[in-house]
């Protein structure tokens, strides 16, 4: 079945320090990944839209200049967070689906996410 | 936006007992997940039903995309059932994938 693997899974790291996170479909092709960010005891919520060789879209309130996506194959996306504070400290978590058309054939899969603690 | 709220948002059952949790969604959807998320975060992949009805084991869902509204059953729960339950879906006509509020299920021996 299809996979998605995520590194690191966790990593605790100084004020001001960038963390990059990386996300790769290990058996097929993703033109597009999504990045969520997940608080204790709340749910998972969506970052971006990581389009490979294109810029991503991001939602709003998402501060792109913080967290910087490079989807620069159709295998892996990176998220970059820059100058990390403890408020960046969270779950972040990926996900990637088979191409194909947008209709009902697109279940997504998951990386096992990585927990980010900023000291 | 979509709105994706799961009902209830706790709950408490004794082991064997049964239990329904709900996805309401408020606009057209592509396709629907649910996942159970296990205490180190891992979403463990329970089905992929944008409509209709489906079983595995002790657990059924069922999707009626046209009310907007998807089920999970649990039946004969048992305490490794714990954990938050949600939906995820697909937002139709947008490159989105929107998770609902999650359910927090606690089964007690």
């Known amino acids: 079945g299809a996979v998605v693997s995520q590194h690191p899974s966790w990593v605790i790291c100084k004020s001001g320090t960038s963390v990059k996170i990386e996300c790769r479909s290990l058996?097929?092709?993703?033109?597009?990944m999504f990045w969520y960010r997940q608080f204790p005891k709340q749910s998972l919520m969506l970052m971006a839209t990581s389009n490979e060789g294109s810029k991503a879209t991001y939602e709003q309130g998402v501060e792109k200049d913080k967290f910087l996506i490079n989807h620069a194959s159709l295998t892996l996306s990176t998220l970059t967070v820059t100058s990390a504070h403890p408020e960046d400290s969270s779950f972040y978590i990926c996900?990637?689906?088979?191409?194909?058309?947008?209709?009902?054939?697109?279940?997504?899969?998951f990386g096992d996410g990585t927990r980010l603690s900023i000291l | 936006g979509i709105q994706v709220e799961q009902s209830p948002p706790d709950l408490i059952l004794q082991e064997g007992a049964n239990s329904t949790l709900r996805c309401n969604f408020s606009?057209?959807?592509?396709?629907l997940q649910w996942f159970h998320q296990n205490p180190w975060g891992q979403l463990i992949n329970l089905f992929y039903?944008?409509?209709g009805t489906k079983q595995n084991g002790r657990l059924s869902a069922t999707t009626v995309a046209t009310e907007r509204y998807s089920l999970l059953y649990i039946s004969s729960s048992q305490t490794t059932d714990s954990g938050v339950y949600f939906c995820?879906?697909?937002?139709?006509?947008?490159?989105?994938?929107?998770f609902g509020t999650g359910t927090r299920l606690k089964v007690l021996a």
């Open positions: 995820a879906v697909y937002v139709s006509g947008t490159y989105k994938y929107i």
């Open positions: 606009d057209s959807v592509n396709n």
């Open positions: 039903i944008p409509s």
């Open positions: 996900s990637a689906d088979i191409p194909g058309d947008r209709g009902f054939n697109q279940p997504q899969h």
């Open positions: 058996d097929f092709q993703a033109t597009t």
